[in-house]
């Protein structure tokens, strides 16, 4: 079958397949691969006038192809013999093609329609955009601020934790010792009303455990919070102690 050839841009081989599939109105999964063939070496044939030979090498590679398939489907074959369908792997590349050809023309719509959308220009007042939240200075105790006895608890939390035995931790289920931030408020009490002064760092490694060091630092904040001691610094990154007020 002799068609006019009237030549257009086609993005590769599989583009102008695709064409000759649509123009014949056949299915893709069952290419008259000798008409399709012989349309296609047609088309090639206008083509090599206009185009030079490096543009048209991936042409020519679908070309041989072509031909392949061609012959292995004119090729007699016994009725008993099962063989796999040599079209199926160019209908498998057609489809692939197919699927991103379409996806990128949808791409493409979505690009020209949002074009079309304007935006309403910025209205937020100078004040908001200038505003800034007020900063918050730190909570003072004392000279001591919350932070830096926090930094110090935390401190003691990570060398309790890294003295732990990292397989006996791990035998069985361990009842332990419950702790109660009362009974411990009443023993920092009686321990600062005695020396008069302790070294918080110090108060905090000597407990035997993770939880008892927990306590501890929640019963010296009730501590300061009721008044009963006092938390002072000689000066930065010195030692914090622990006074009674009495």
């Known amino acids: 079958m002799k068609i006019g050839v009237k030549l257009d841009a086609f993005e590769g081989p599989l583009d102008l397949l695709l064409h000759l599939i ?8 069952d290419i008259p691969i000798v008409e399709i063939t012989d349309q296609y070496l047609e088309y090639l044939h206008a083509m090599e ?14 070309a041989a192809t072509l031909l392949q398939i061609k012959s292995r489907m004119l090729l007699p074959r016994e009725e008993k013999e099962e063989e796999e369908d040599p079209r199926e ?11 991103f050809k379409y996806a990128a023309m949808e791409l493409k719509d979505l690009s020209v329609d949002a074009q079309k959308v304007f935006y309403r220009g910025e209205s937020v007042p100078r ?42 931790s791990k035998f069985g289920k361990i009842r332990k010792e419950k702790y109660r931030v009362e009974d411990r408020i009443t023993d920092i009490r009686k321990m600062v009303k005695g020396m008069r002064r302790i070294n918080f760092r110090t108060l905090l490694d000597i407990q035997p455990s993770r939880e008892k060091v927990i306590v501890t630092f929640l019963a010296v904040l009730e501590l300061m919070k009721m008044g009963e001691i006092a938390v002072t610094q000689e000066e930065n990154f010195a030692e914090i102690y622990l006074d009674s007020v009495e």
């Open 49 to 62: 006038a206009e185009e030079s030979m490096e543009s048209l090498s991936e042409f020519l590679v679908m």
């Open 22 to 29: 649509e123009k014949n109105k056949v299915s893709i999964y």
């Open 127 to 168: 004040e908001i955009r200038e505003y800034q939240d007020p900063v918050v200075p730190e909570e003072i105790v004392g000279d001591i601020s919350l932070t830096r006895l926090n930094e110090v608890f935390q401190m003691v939390i990570r060398r309790k934790k890294d003295m732990e035995d990292p397989v006996r």
């Open 89 to 99: 792997e160019l209908v498998r590349r057609l489809m692939e093609y197919k699927m």
